[in-house]
């Protein structure tokens, strides 16, 4: 049966401390809490989706260790196909070493491991499949060019991309942009790819503006709080898409429960404009910042109101 959403990623156990603030070099803190959980930015993002009633496959590489086999089991208890879940003994599963402090914000250390194994053999597994899902999404946690085969391979077979460059590299091939019909990121990544700083909303209508030079079909810039901003090649305007204000705790992932969200939306709804499937996005990323943890704070379909996930309703007299 086709699925409605692949994503071709990374997978890392997320060892999380909570602290009053971030330590500086050399320095030694007392936090108040530690806890393990799922992450990475593929995995989060396929959850995400998972969890608003999409189908969804992961293409990813774990380690044949204990957070290995625990990772497979997570997607399976959140109903993710594991076709395409590979497991190694030549590295370990991902992880991620992260520090929250008391305004909710994070400073993460991946070490990728087994993620960067995955490459085109893998991928050529995954091509039936591939070729049936209605998105594809990857992102920047696994071997560059594996990404950016992914995305190619979609494309080729006119499933729709969703690239979220993240973490951003200065230099990224120009051939991302191409190969993304969504290119998805976030103020300090468009502030990375553009050279220029991104602290407002002008700032990201001229990043928009200027990445969607590049050759990508649409932009998608999270502002945080501020919402974000969406550009389309076959429009002039450039939109900003406000949200409503919530009281963060845990921002971890929020970025990767909006892109999921938003490839849940391209699915299931694919006459949506892209701006509504924003403000949707938004929403739901906003629903995962009031919860401590990544994919633990991620919402259910049932946790949500009815109207985003509800094509909206013309009513006819
Ligand atoms: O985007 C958040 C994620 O980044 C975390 O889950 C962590 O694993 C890192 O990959
Ligand atoms: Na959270």
């Known amino acids: 049966e086709a699925l409605d959403v692949m994503v071709v990623g990374s997978c890392m156990t997320d060892l999380v401390s909570q602290a009053p603030r971030l330590p500086k070099a050399g320095e030694t803190i007392h936090g108040h809490k530690f806890f393990i959980g799922f992450g990475g930015k593929g995995a989060n993002q396929c959850i995400q989706a998972a969890r608003l009633g999409a189908k969804t496959a992961?293409?990813?590489k774990v380690g044949k260790d204990f957070f290995g086999d625990n990772?497979?089991?997570n997607f399976k208890d959140n109903g993710v196909n594991t076709d395409f879940v590979g497991q190694t003994s030549d590295a370990a599963t991902g992880a991620a070493s992260i520090i929250v402090n008391s305004a909710g914000e994070n400073a993460i250390v991946i070490v990728a491991g087994a993620n960067m194994l995955l490459g085109s053999e893998e991928l050529q597994n995954a091509l039936p499949a591939i070729k049936q899902a209605k998105v594809l999404v990857c992102q920047l946690e696994i071997s560059p060019q594996t990404s950016l085969l992914a995305l190619q391979m979609a494309q080729e077979n006119k499933v729709k991309t969703i690239f979220n460059p993240a973490p951003a590299i200065p230099d990224l091939d120009a051939a991302f942009y191409r190969a993304s019909d969504v290119f998805c990121c976030n103020e300090s990544e468009a502030e990375l790819l553009t050279g220029s700083s991104v602290v407002n909303v002008e700032d990201a209508h001229r990043a928009g503006r200027e990445l969607l030079k590049r050759g990508c079909r649409s932009v998608v810039i999270t502002l945080g709080p501020q919402g974000c901003v969406?550009?389309?090649a076959e429009e002039s305007a450039?939109?900003?898409v406000p949200t409503t204000a919530v009281t963060a705790v845990d921002t971890t992932?929020?970025?990767?429960?909006?892109?999921g969200a938003l490839a849940f939306y391209m699915a299931h709804y694919p006459t949506m404009p892209l701006e509504e499937m924003a403000r949707r996005a938004n929403r739901v990323a906003g629903v995962s910042v009031q919860a401590v943890g990544t994919q633990a704070s991620y919402p259910l379909r049932k946790d949500l109101p009815a109207e985003l996930l509800q094509m909206p309703t013309i009513v006819c007299t």
Do not use: P, R
């Open 58 to 60: 992961m293409v990813c």
């Open 71 to 73: 990772y497979i089991q």
């Open 253 to 259: 992932g929020a970025g990767d429960s909006f892109t």
């Open 238 to 240: 450039s939109k900003h």
């Open 230 to 232: 969406v550009l389309e």
